[in-house]
């Protein structure tokens, strides 16, 4: 079983829609969870980290849910420019184990 | 700007050959690691340094020897490679080595082995 599993899409979508991505992970004891985005060819750049309350930041959403061992992402109002993988992060310690990564192609 | 900066960004090498790659963070960050992020693949991580220390090694072939000076720079020496060994390979900083803080990445070197 992956550490970090993400289903890898590609989630094809119109501008304006709301698009949700799960992540689940095998390790109950890891301590904080992070979502990253990556662009073709680039490096990936932290876009929020993932708080057990829920937390969000502008038109992007994360939860947490332990007893489950998942987490989400939900990004409202898609933008042409959200286009990109979606990598979902857990720290197990000394390491940050990555997810394959979710790809969102946002449509006009 | 990440004040994370990798050198070289893009590396042909024979099998034969012997290079290195170069990493530099400028955040003040004690962790340092590397990551190996093949063609749909998840990003795999290969080494993780605290404090010029290394507490990981996630069974990494000998062909790929680290080294870490000073919490500020991190090298990758790669030898005899394999063309599987292609890739692009990206070093991180976090600012400790376990607490929940988040990497910050370079720009990663893509490394083509013929």
């Known amino acids: 079983r992956k550490e970090v599993e993400q289903d890898p899409g590609p989630f094809n979508v119109p501008e304006g829609a709301t698009v949700a991505f799960n992540c689940t992970y095998s390790n109950s004891a890891s301590q904080s969870f992070f979502w990253y985005r990556q662009d073709c060819r680039k490096e990936p750049k932290l876009l929020m980290s993932v708080y057990s309350s829920g937390n969000e930041d502008g038109r992007f959403t994360a939860q947490l849910n332990r007893a489950s061992q998942y987490i989400s992402l939900l990004i409202r109002d898609s933008k042409l420019s959200d286009s990109a993988t979606y990598l979902c992060?857990?720290?197990?310690?000394?390491?940050?184990?990555f997810g394959q990564g979710t790809e969102l192609s946002v449509k006009p | 700007e990440t004040g994370v900066t990798q050198t070289p960004r893009h590396l042909v090498m024979g099998m034969t050959n012997k290079k290195s790659l170069k990493c530099e963070q400028h955040?003040?960050?004690?962790?340092m690691y590397w990551y190996k992020q093949s063609a749909k693949k998840p990003l795999e991580l290969m080494f993780v340094y605290n404090f010029k220390e290394q507490t990981e090694n996630n069974s990494v072939p000998s062909r790929f020897s680290p080294e870490c000076p000073n919490s500020s720079h991190l090298f990758l020496h790669l030898h005899t490679l394999q063309p599987e060994d292609s890739a692009l390979y990206l070093c991180?900083?976090?600012?400790?080595?376990?607490?929940?803080?988040?990497?910050?990445f370079g720009q990663g070197t893509r490394l083509t082995v013929v």
């Open positions: 992060v857990a720290r197990e310690g000394g390491k940050l184990i």
């Open positions: 991180a900083s976090s600012p400790r080595w376990t607490e929940n803080t988040e990497a910050f």
């Open positions: 955040l003040g960050h004690n962790a």
